[in-house]
């Protein structure tokens, strides 16, 4: 006879049925997800390279805000004060040379006065400044230690004045206009004019030169056509000189002038130009229009 276990069906359905729960539990349990955690790697890696933005930023601010530079200055001031202390401070300016510069203007424009430190003298930008002064050709500045404050300089030597366009200023023995120099103190000077004039002054002035009688009779020079001169004595004489060999014909007309007295007469042009002989106009002879009868002009 068989006997039936009346809890065989119901056990084996909780069986599977708690095993399906547990499969499931798990299941749910295996789906739900850790939470995230701080990586210390990427923080570590990020800490330092933050702190380099931020150091070169701020670097960047105070170059900016000139921070550097007043530092530095500040350090300067020191250093050249803590020298000047030591003895190494402005006691004399010495001076060679000046003949038109002011003292008083060379002390300013250099900046220069007793007690300031001597190593805070730059001389080559002092030798710039000077340079540039009107009268200053050539400059040399030295520091003589402990103490001084050496200045050479070669000045500009004014030799006539040059008028063009209407506008007459001074030149020296190079042809180079002195700036800033008020022509009217330098009426005595010898005028001339023409574009180029200037920079052929100096081998004019020394044809005149030569003939000291002449010379002072001498009132101005017109360049002509870039080659030769014409000189004007008493202002009512026109000396025509020529392109070669100017200083024999100037010492020709000396010759002349002391053995006739030519330029006491009735002479408005002496042409010199032609070797071999000497012309001389009157006044009779020059046209209305300052020309001579015959055409010539040049």
């Known amino acids: 006879m068989r006997f039936l276990n009346p809890f065989s069906r119901s056990t084996k ?20 997800r850790k939470p995230a955690g ?11 390279v933050t702190a380099g933005l931020a150091a070169v930023a701020g670097v960047g601010w105070l170059w900016q805000d000139g921070w550097f530079g007043r530092q530095v200055e500040a350090l300067q001031v020191a250093a ?37 430190p ?3 003298v730059d001389p080559q930008a002092a030798k710039q400044t000077l340079e540039a002064l009107p009268w200053v050709r050539q400059a040399s500045v030295e520091r003589q230690l402990p103490d001084t404050i050496y200045i050479r300089l070669q000045e500009r030597a004014p030799l006539a004045l040059w ?28 005028l001339v004019v023409g574009p180029d004039a200037a920079a052929h002054a100096a081998g004019l002035i020394a044809v005149v030169n030569s003939e000291p009688e002449l010379k002072e009779r001498v009132t101005a020079a017109v360049r002509v056509a870039g080659r030769r001169w014409n000189i004007e004595i008493e202002g009512r004489i026109d000396v025509r000189l020529p392109a070669d060999d100017a200083e024999a014909a100037w010492a020709q007309l000396a010759k002349i002038e002391r053995q006739q007295g030519l330029l006491s007469r009735d002479v408005v042009v002496i042409d010199l130009r032609l070797p ?23």
């Open 38 to 48: 701080i990586n210390w790697r990427l923080v570590r890696r990020a800490v330092p």
């Open 118 to 120: 001597i190593l805070g």
């Open 276 to 298: 071999d002989r000497l012309v001389v106009r009157t006044d009779r002879e020059i046209g209305p229009n300052g020309a001579n009868e015959d055409g010539e002009n040049t």
């Open 163 to 190: 008028q063009q366009n209407g506008a007459v200023r001074v030149i020296d023995h190079l042809g180079q206009v002195i700036p800033d120099i008020e022509p009217r103190r330098f009426a005595h000077l010898p």
């Open 13 to 32: 359905t909780r069986k599977k049925s708690g095993a399906k729960r547990g499969t499931a539990k798990r299941r749910k349990t295996g789906s739900r």
């Open 80 to 116: 050249l004060n803590g020298s000047a202390d030591m003895g190494l401070r402005i006691e004399e300016v010495l001076v060679e040379g000046r003949n038109r510069t002011e003292g008083s203007l060379i002390l300013s424009q250099l900046g220069l006065a007793r007690g300031l």
